[in-house]
């Protein structure tokens, strides 16, 4: 057996016969699949909270950048401008 292991080994087989090594390996394999689960689950987490902050900031904007076009349409309303938008009301446009 030690024989054909060596012969094995000179040739670049691989040499699967190291006990502690073999019993490592399963639990080496768990290990690794907890923490990318783990890393999986934080950058969900990671995604979700960004999104939560993000949500309420473009809502904001998009806001006030409609406040800041409707500000805009009465200065030029009150500036004496007839606009699109008055004249279809009445049927005119």
């Not at 200065?75 to 005119?92: F, N, S, V, Y």
């Amino acid at each position: 057996m030690q024989c054909a292991n060596l012969l094995d080994k000179a040739e670049g087989v691989k040499i699967c016969d190291d006990e502690h090594l073999l019993k490592e390996a399963p639990k080496r394999k768990k290990r690794g699949a907890q923490r990318q689960r783990a890393w999986e689950d934080r950058t969900a987490r990671v995604a979700d909270k960004t999104q939560q902050l993000q949500d309420p900031w473009r809502q904001n904007s998009r806001e006030n950048k409609e406040a800041e076009a409707e500000r805009r349409l009465e200065k030029t309303r009150k500036r004496g401008r007839i606009l699109p938008q008055d004249l279809e009301p009445a049927g005119l446009a």
